[in-house]
């Protein structure tokens, strides 16, 4: 049997609220077994790209980077979010390290082809360096990665910080038992946007397909879900989407996801 390992992932909004990522990092750092980090920081590269006087446009929950806006989210993932995490996990006695897609060449992708949208510098990614990230692991660091890849030419790419943990989990997938845990500012997918207490507990590919058709399932969301049953297909074991109280195993109130 392979060793269990968790992947989990918080959005841009627990990122905000400092006392909401304090809380998320005490549980995270107090998490037993082998781990991986992943953050998210879009709102953070939204405002700071704001200030800078350059506008944000995301379609179908995906920024479009021109080449200006690559420069505010390195700064902003690979620099401000990804260094105040590592820093902040260190204080709570977690050996953590900090990570693009470019370092150990851990996560390589192709720019995104020009289809209906031109997203500009947002990569695909094609192949994690599993047994690399594993080096890491398995001399004790906890890897923490931010949304940024790159396409082995010298070229970062923006890339979805949900689909970097998907990505991340199938790779790693080879090599342990591997469980994904979305964590965001919502109890899970909910019935009514409105109303946080009407969580969808479980969620197969069939139920998945009725909330796309009727628009249950909308922005940050949809990236979110494809990857799910994307990793699902892939070899991860386990999905579970909600807030961070659902890490301590006395809430039961999150989506889970299953094929
Ligand atoms: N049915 C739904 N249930 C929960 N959230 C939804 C739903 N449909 C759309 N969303 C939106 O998806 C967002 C989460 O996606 P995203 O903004 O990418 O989160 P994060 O970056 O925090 O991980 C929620 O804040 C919510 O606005
Ligand atoms: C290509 C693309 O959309 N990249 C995302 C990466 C950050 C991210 O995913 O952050 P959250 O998890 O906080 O939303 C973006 O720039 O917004």
Redesign the pocket.
Known sequence: MKEKLSII?????I?EDETSLQAFLKLFANLEGKKILV????????HIASKLGIE?Q?VN???I?DAE?LEV?TMV?GGLVNKNVVAKLQALNTNAIGLTGADINSIQSVKRPVKDID?GF??DVESVAHDSIDKLIQAGFTPVF???SHDGNGQLL???????TSQVAIGMSKLYDTSIYYC?ELNGVLEDINDKNSVVKHIDNSLYQDLLAKGIIAD?ML?KLENCFAALKNGVSTINMGNTEMLTQENDNFTKITL
Not at 9 to 13: A, D, E, L, P
Request: aromatic share 8%; net charge positive.
């Open positions: 992932k918080i959005g841009g909004n990122i953050h998210g920081g879009g709102k953070r590269a939204t944000s995301m929950g995906r920024r980077t806006t989210i993932y997203f947002v990569g931010c949304a940024i923006n890339t979805n910080a949900d689909t970097i965001f940050g990236p």
